[in-house]
């Protein structure tokens, strides 16, 4: 990217993190107006059609089934933005968003490349071996085109690639890009987005399982899976169910729908990897001056990643699940 430089003094590394003392980012700043350009469109990847196939080669041939990829960061600087910028690698071989000239002329260009372009004092966090899900994941992602600081950035990009999840810690509030560009957000639909999956990788879905317990009525009666709630929906009554790993969050959502439509297991790796909506009708209590009625209401059942997520400490995973409470859900919660 453009403006690529090593972080100096001004950062501290601690424990994979980055704590930076940042000045203030005016609203006319070049990064705001960029994103400002980026949070008007679709939440789309943009994939360039033209480089796929070529892209689609490179994975073949040197990302192998049972090979070794690393999930990996360093530490740079974007226009006077301090971040943590990642990849996959596996032997000499990258994936990353990044590649491109940056931001230039107000706008990004960047784009999800595979390249063996050099990479020097990088930290590997984590290693796994490639399997078919990792190689299809990186096939759905080369190619894209649609940068943004906020919603798809590089940590998104290595993070679904390499778990399947579309994350970027860094996006949060507190977080490293979140607390300099969050308050020219205004859009309480923008904000939302951060850490939902992209148009071509969202999948609005009508599970089968079967029931779960024969001819019993479920408390709610399920209706679909979707990608994405709409949050002017001020009718609907939300429920976030959340709790540790392997406590049996997505087996109690199955039981209040009576049917098994979310994923369930006995696995220290968190099942649940984004955060999954559920949407059916149901009965709720209402009080009207002082007499309470049930009333039927939809209702969006919310599956949150495991407080023991194997691959997020419990202080990572609490601030994801309070932010996507606080932008998306509203109404009712469970513990």
Not at 16 to 43: F, M, Q
């Amino acid at each position: 990217m453009a403006f690529f430089a090593p972080i100096g003094a001004a950062a501290a590394f601690v424990s994979g993190t980055a704590y930076v003392v940042a000045s203030r980012i005016a609203a006319n700043h070049p990064l705001v107006r960029a994103e400002r350009k980026c949070w008007a469109k679709d939440h789309a990847l943009e994939v360039d059609q033209a480089k796929l196939a070529a892209l689609h080669a490179l994975v073949a041939e040197h990302f192998k089934l049972g090979s070794q990829l690393e999930l990996c960061f360093w530490l740079l600087s974007a226009a006077g933005l301090e971040y943590e910028h990642w990849f996959v690698k596996c032997g000499d071989w990258i994936i990353e968003f990044g590649s491109g000239q940056g931001l230039a002329g107000g706008v990004w260009h960047n784009s999800v490349d595979v390249h063996r372009n050099p990479r020097r004092g990088f930290i590997a966090k984590e290693h796994a071996t490639i399997t078919a899900e990792m190689i299809e994941r990186m096939k759905r992602v080369v190619g894209a085109t649609a940068y943004s600081l906020l919603l798809r950035n590089c940590e998104h990009i290595a993070n679904y690639i390499f778990e399947g999840r579309w994350l970027s810690m860094q996006s949060l509030a507190e977080g490293s890009i979140g607390k300099r560009l969050l308050e020219f957000v205004m859009e309480k639909e923008h904000r939302a987005l951060r850490n939902l999956m992209p148009t071509e990788l969202r999948v609005d879905t009508v599970a089968d399982g079967g029931p779960v317990y024969a001819g019993l009525t479920p408390r709610v009666k399920y209706a679909n899976t979707p990608g994405l709630l709409d949050l002017n929906d001020s009718e609907a009554y939300n429920v976030v169910v959340f709790g540790p790993t392997g406590a049996g969050k997505s087996t109690l959502i199955n039981v209040i729908l009576n049917q098994n439509v979310a994923e369930a297991n006995d696995d220290p790796d968190s099942v649940t990897k984004n955060m999954t909506f559920y949407t059916g009708e149901g009965y709720v209590n209402q009080c009207t001056r002082g007499k309470v009625s049930k009333v039927k209401k939809r209702i969006h059942i919310i599956d949150s990643i495991g407080f023991c997520d194997s691959h997020l400490d419990a202080e990572e995973v609490h601030r994801l699940i309070k932010e996507h409470r606080s932008s998306a859900t509203r109404q009712s919660f469970t513990r």
